[in-house]
């Protein structure tokens, strides 16, 4: 097995096989028990003392759960003398709460980095940040992988007879402005006007897209409003087709019933978030290889940026 050891929590356990699998390396056993009031009881069953360990856990719904395991088993790890603690987060719950927006509100992005450094973590792998300042609201090394690598691919395998990526809002313009780039296609934006949390109101869309195959990028999908909404106004300006790429499905509340009957022709995701439904519009793509080859390099110290450096 070598020097380093992969746990996984509860929240994903099949990209934690997946990822094993990848990287040809059994996952290391732990008992993860409730007690009787839901409190988390975590055992490691096996010696870790000086390896380099791997938690496996996002952040996801159950979020307040599933968060609390990682930080109890990290405090496990810590204290069964491991030699460093990093944690495999593909989705980061409470990213969206990065800034004060408002008066008298949290900032819980950086509480939650506070939580992780103060259990023991040494190092944080996630992918696709809401916001990529969230890096710095930790004193430890932080990797934010760019899911753009899983979408580049299967974008080009469509051909598109007419293309053109779109960003689903301004805050997301550098993301769609990056896929661009990558594809050497022009760019638009839908220009919305957000009311409160999880409700949007589409209101422009900046450039010209009859007759074009659009593509929307964000980094998460929650209730889809933001999505359907912009699908919608994208066809009603004459778009032949409308996808949308984004590495994490939430897919809270109605989101799978404005995804079917939506005016979005296909949703690709990544396996980030384990999904409680299927649907035929949605198409999900693999993050494994990318998170094994990551815990490979950061195993033996190698770069990890050097993985995303495409043409």
Do not use: W
Not at 254 to 263: K, L, Q, S, T, V
Not at 282 to 303: P, Q
């Amino acid at each position: 097995m070598g020097k380093y050891m992969i746990f996984s929590g509860t929240a994903n356990p099949e990209l934690s096989e997946e990822i094993a699998r990848y990287l040809d390396v059994p996952l290391s056993k732990a008992q993860i028990n409730r007690f009787s009031d839901g409190e988390i009881n975590i055992q490691i069953s096996e010696s870790v003392r000086g390896k380099d360990v791997f938690i496996i856990q996002p952040t996801s719904a159950p979020a307040n759960d599933n968060l609390m395991e990682l930080l109890i088993m990290t405090d496990a790890l810590k204290r069964s003398s491991a030699k460093s603690i990093t944690a495999i987060v593909p989705y980061y719950g409470y990213a969206r709460q990065d800034r004060k927006a408002a008066p008298r509100v949290p900032i819980t992005a950086k509480l939650v980095a506070n939580m992780m450094e103060t259990a023991g973590i040494s190092r944080l792998v996630t992918v696709d940040l809401h916001a990529s300042q969230i890096q710095g609201f930790f004193d430890i090394p932080v990797d934010n992988l760019y899911g753009a690598i899983l979408f580049l691919d299967y974008i080009k395998s469509k051909n598109f007879k007419n293309p053109i990526i779109a960003s689903p809002d301004i805050g997301g313009v550098a993301r769609a402005r990056y896929f661009a780039q990558k594809l050497n296609l022009d760019m638009v934006i839908v220009d919305k006007r957000r009311e409160k949390a999880n409700h949007s109101e589409v209101m422009n869309v900046i450039g010209e897209v009859r007759g074009k195959d659009v593509i929307l990028i964000d980094d998460m999908i929650d209730t889809a409003g933001t999505m359907t909404h912009g699908a919608q106004a994208l066809k009603d300006l004459g778009a032949n087709s409308v996808m949308a790429c984004c590495t994490h499905p939430v897919l809270s509340g109605p989101a799978f019933d404005r995804i079917e009957n939506g005016a979005l022709d296909e949703l690709v995701v990544a396996n980030t978030i384990p999904m409680s439904k299927s649907s035929h519009k949605i198409k999900m793509l693999s993050t494994a290889s990318m998170l094994g080859e990551v815990i490979r390099r950061v195993s033996r110290n190698e770069s990890v940026n050097s993985l995303f450096e495409t043409n």
